[in-house]
């Protein structure tokens, strides 16, 4: 019963900055782990980030540290994804995940799924 909508894709050029938001329903959102995956056409879907219920931890992928930012507004039920010197290679469609098991999170497990949101970084 979990809903999540991610949305803030755009074509951007590299250098560029979008942040993706992830509207999560629930009345217990802040018991959720919220994490991002990206899917690139023709490859698996992977890892960027995720975040605890709390929003004092915080993972990513190697690739993105320093450029991405993944954060929590648990009064808007909403988790974000700052992506910040965009590249090219960032280009993917954008997914959000949660559980109540940051485990499953981070391992790509997670119950709930979005629908996904394109970012694509063209030179």
């Known amino acids: 019963q979990v809903h999540l909508v991610e949305s803030g894709g755009g074509l951007v050029r590299p250098g560029d900055s979008l942040r993706l938001s992830c509207a999560v329903s629930g009345r217990t959102f802040d018991s959720y782990a919220v994490g991002w995956f990206r899917q690139a056409p023709g490859k698996e879907r992977e890892f960027v980030a995720a975040?605890?219920?709390?929003?004092?931890?915080?993972n990513y992928k190697e690739s993105v540290k320093g450029r991405f930012t993944i954060s929590r507004d648990n009064a808007k039920n909403t988790v974000y994804l700052e992506m910040d010197s965009l590249k090219p290679e960032d280009t993917a469609i954008y997914y959000c995940?949660?559980?109540?098991?940051?485990?499953?999170?981070?391992?790509?497990?997670?119950?709930?799924w979005g629908q996904g949101t394109q970012v694509t970084v063209f030179s």
């Open positions: 995940a949660a559980d109540r098991s940051a485990i499953s999170v981070l391992s790509g497990s997670g119950t709930y």
């Open positions: 975040i605890s219920g709390s929003g004092t931890v915080r």
